[in-house]
């Protein structure tokens, strides 16, 4: 007689408050229906499943509890442990050292720790990520390195894998870890069957098509606002460092390293962003001729346009404009 198969891993999900519901009861469906398909022409007694448990934070009561268990009655051995996304900004996310001591005593004990979106707040808490790559939501990274400036951000990543600590970029990424942790479970087959089943995209690896470029104005330094304010009015007329000291009242030293203290950019990076801003909407929302585009937001060799968009965004001009395009 066939021996009944143990989990191939055992996920626990954290319910801390505030976070989104939608991705603890959307990976639960997405790892029992890997476990469903994993089950088609294999002895279903046999055929591999990953046990999901759901695990939630009282802060006023200092206790984590399971409060949900898909395969209840045995101990509980976590492989891996999620910290999902929260619904509110972070800066209204509170500090969550119950939530953050329990996922550090589950990796003392051997357990993968992961988190999505601003759940990447909740796992900085611990302290594990100090010195160590990790991505979030590329609208939230300025934030999450001020407030734990010992991370180090790539924001970029939509999956980062980093053995014991994972990490996911957008809000919606939780699919993307979910069939990446499906895939190191149970098998690839079973995860592209999964993502068809789902209709959604095999793991994604980046976040640069989707990133929009968020110019910081509230820093205080009323010179480098005026440098930004020209940047943004004419990005396709080219300005020269000098140009912009003098039009900031500074000396161009002193220009360039407070313009890239107040902004986090140089200002060639800046004025690249702001024109890559104008030509993503642009192709968005009209059928201009990329050359056009590119020559409207001032490039004048369209071929260095193109590697700029590249570089910025991921996708090339034409692949993005097939993409997103409403036109």
Same mark, same amino acid.
């Given at each position: 007689?066939?021996q009944?198969a143990?989990p191939?891993?055992?996920?626990?999900?954290?319910?801390?408050?505030?976070?989104?519901?939608a991705?603890?009861?959307?990976?639960?469906?997405?790892?029992r229906i890997a476990?469903?398909?994993?089950?088609?022409?294999?002895?279903?007694?046999?055929?591999?499943?990953i046990?999901?448990?759901?695990?939630?934070?009282s802060?006023?009561?200092?206790?984590?509890?399971?409060?949900?268990?898909?395969?209840?009655?045995?101990?509980?051995?976590?492989?891996?442990?999620?910290?999902?996304?929260?619904?509110?900004?972070?800066?209204?996310?509170?500090?969550?050292?119950?939530?953050?001591?329990?996922m550090?005593?589950?990796?003392?004990?051997g357990?993968?720790?992961?988190?999505v979106?601003?759940?990447?707040?909740?796992?900085?808490?611990?302290?594990?990520?100090?010195?160590?790559?990790?991505?979030?939501?590329?609208a939230?990274a300025?934030?999450?390195?001020?407030?734990?400036?010992?991370?180090?951000?790539?924001?970029?990543?939509?999956i980062?894998d980093?053995g014991?600590?994972?990490?996911?970029?957008?809000i919606?990424?939780?699919?993307?870890? =979910?069939?990446?942790?499906? !895939?190191? $479970?149970?098998?690839?087959? @079973?995860?592209? %069957?999964?993502?068809?089943?789902? &209709?959604i995209?095999p793991?994604?690896?980046?976040?640069?098509?989707?990133?929009?470029?968020?110019?910081?104005?509230?820093?205080?330094?009323?010179?480098?606002?005026?440098?930004q304010?020209?940047?943004?009015?004419?990005?396709?007329?080219?300005?020269?460092i000098?140009d912009?000291?003098?039009?900031?009242?500074?000396?161009?030293?002193?220009?360039?390293?407070?313009?890239?203290?107040?902004t =986090?950019?140089?200002?060639i !990076?800046? $004025?690249?962003?702001?024109? @890559?801003?104008? %030509?993503?909407?642009a192709?968005? &929302?009209?059928?201009?001729?990329?050359?056009?585009?590119?020559?409207?937001?001032?490039?004048?060799?369209?071929?260095?346009?193109?590697?700029?968009?590249?570089?910025?965004?991921?996708?090339?001009?034409?692949?993005?404009?097939?993409?997103?395009?409403v036109?």
């Open positions: 007689m066939a009944k143990s191939a891993g055992q996920i626990g999900l954290l319910i801390y408050p505030d976070c989104q519901l991705a603890i009861y959307g990976l639960t469906d997405l790892f476990g469903e398909w994993a089950k088609l022409g294999t002895d279903t007694e046999t055929s591999p499943f046990r999901v448990t759901h695990w939630t934070a802060e006023d009561a200092g206790t984590v509890t399971c409060t949900w268990d898909s395969h209840p009655g045995k101990e509980h051995r976590l492989t891996h442990v999620i910290a999902p996304p929260s619904i509110v900004m972070p800066e209204r996310m509170r500090p969550m050292p119950t939530a953050a001591a329990w550090k005593e589950r990796h003392q004990d357990s993968t720790l992961a988190s979106c601003a759940g990447a707040f909740v796992l900085a808490e611990t302290g594990l990520i100090d010195g160590r790559r990790a991505t979030t939501h590329w939230f300025s934030q999450l390195a001020d407030r734990f400036p010992d991370v180090e951000l790539a924001e970029a990543r939509m980062l980093d014991d600590i994972m990490t996911a970029g957008g919606l990424a939780w699919t993307d870890l =979910g069939l990446t942790l499906v !895939e190191r $479970l149970i098998g690839q087959s @079973v995860m592209l %069957a999964t993502a068809r089943f789902l &209709l995209d793991p994604r690896s980046s976040q640069k098509p989707f990133a929009q470029f968020l110019p910081r104005f509230d820093h205080g330094d009323e010179a480098v606002r005026r440098a304010h020209r940047l943004h009015a004419q990005p396709d007329e080219a300005k020269s000098g912009l000291a003098a039009l900031a009242g500074l000396g161009e030293r002193t220009f360039l390293r407070r313009f890239a203290k107040a =986090g950019f140089r200002p !990076e800046y $004025l690249q962003q702001v024109r @890559v801003a104008k %030509a993503r909407e192709l968005e &929302l009209t059928n201009s001729p990329v050359d056009r585009i590119a020559w409207s937001v001032g490039y004048a060799d369209p071929a260095a346009f193109r590697k700029v968009f590249r570089r910025i965004s991921g996708l090339s001009p034409s692949d993005y404009r097939q993409r997103f395009g036109a």
